[in-house]
C-alpha cells in the first residue's frame, strides 16, 4: 500500500521515535492515532501533527483499554491497516545493585511494558485488519515493533530491557508466519542509539563518549531517520517476518 493509504496507530506516539514515525506518516498523507500515557504531550503532539492525528490514552498492558481505542481509532480514521509499535521503557538496573537483587517487579514491569505491551496491541490490531477487504498481493494490514540492538548485545544494568527486547524479535517470526493467512505482514526494527527526549540533558562528555562508539556515522540516529525506516516497510510488501537493524554499525560493549 502507499503511504497515503496508510491508517495507523502508533504507541509511545506523543514523544521521541513514536512521534517522529507519526509525524513522517501524516505528511505523507496518511492518517495516525496516538497511543500513549501522558496526556499533556499527547494533545500537543496531536496539534503540532494536525487534522489527520488523534490522541487516545492508552496503556498498551490494559487488554480492555488497547481494544477499544483501537476500535475508536478504527471508526475516527475510517480502517486500520498498520500499527507501530514505539511504546517502551528503560527499565534500567543491575540484577545484583549496590542495594541488593533487583526488585522483581523491576523485571516484570519491563517486560509487561516493552513485550507484553507490543504483543497485545499487535494481536488486537491484526484482529481487525483480518476483516479488511484485501490488496495486492492480498495485504490487509502492517506491524511493526520496535526493540533495540541491546536485544542482541545488551550491556550490563540491561537484562531486564534486553530481555523485553530480545522476546519481540523472537516473536516476530512466528507471529509473520500466523498472520500470513490474514495478510498481514509483521517486522521489527531494531534501533541503536538514538537522539530522543531521554538522552536531552545529558552531559556533553557523556554525550560525545556514546558519538564515538558509533563507527559511521560517528553521532546518534535521528528519529527521522527511524520514521523512513518504519514507512519503507510500510510499503515495501516483501519485507516480512525479519528484523532490521539501524544503528550506524554499533555492537555494544559489556558497559
Not at 507490543?118 to 491484526?126: E, L, M, P, Q, W
Amino acid at each position: 500500500m502507499e503511504l497515503n493509504q496508510i491508517k495507523a496507530i502508533v504507541t509511545g506516539g506523543a514523544s521521541g521515535l513514536g512521534f517522529a514515525v507519526a509525524k513522517h506518516l501524516v505528511a505523507a498523507g496518511a492518517k495516525v492515532a496516538l497511543f500513549d500515557v501522558n496526556d499533556e504531550k499527547g494533545a500537543a503532539a496531536a496539534t503540532e501533527i494536525g487534522a489527520a492525528a488523534r490522541y487516545y490514552r492508552t496503556d498498551v498492558t490494559s487488554e480492555d483499554g488497547v481494544v477499544a481505542n483501537l476500535a475508536a481509532a478504527r471508526e475516527a480514521m475510517g480502517g486500520l491497516n498498520a500499527a507501530i509499535n514505539c511504546a517502551g521503557i528503560l527499565g534500567a538496573g543491575r540484577v545484583l545493585g549496590k542495594d541488593g537483587a533487583m526488585p522483581l517487579k523491576t523485571f516484570a514491569t519491563t517486560v509487561m511494558v516493552n513485550l507484553v505491551g507490543s504483543f497485545n496491541v499487535a494481536k488486537g490490531a491484526a484482529a481487525l485488519m483480518q476483516n479488511n477487504a484485501p490488496g495486492e498481493d492480498g495485504e490487509r494490514g502492517v506491524i511493526v515493533n520496535t526493540a533495540s540492538v541491546a536485544a542482541f548485545e545488551g550491556q550490563i544494568g540491561q537484562a531486564a530491557y534486553s530481555a523485553s527486547k530480545g522476546g519481540v524479535v523472537a516473536m516476530t517470526l512466528p507471529m509473520a508466519r500466523e498472520f500470513a493467512r490474514i495478510g498481514v505482514r509483521v517486522m521489527t526494527v531494531a534501533p541503536g542509539v538514538f537522539h530522543t527526549p531521554m538522552v536531552d540533558g545529558m552531559p556533553e562528555a557523556v554525550y560525545q563518549s556514546l558519538c564515538a562508539q558509533v563507527p559511521y556515522p560517528s553521532r546518534l540516529g535521528k528519529p527521522e531517520e527511524f520514521a523512513q525506516t518504519v514507512a519503507f516497510i510500510l510499503v515495501n510488501r516483501y519485507l516480512n517476518g525479519s528484523t532490521i537493524r539501524i544503528d550506524g554499525a554499533i555492537r555494544l560493549q559489556p558497559k
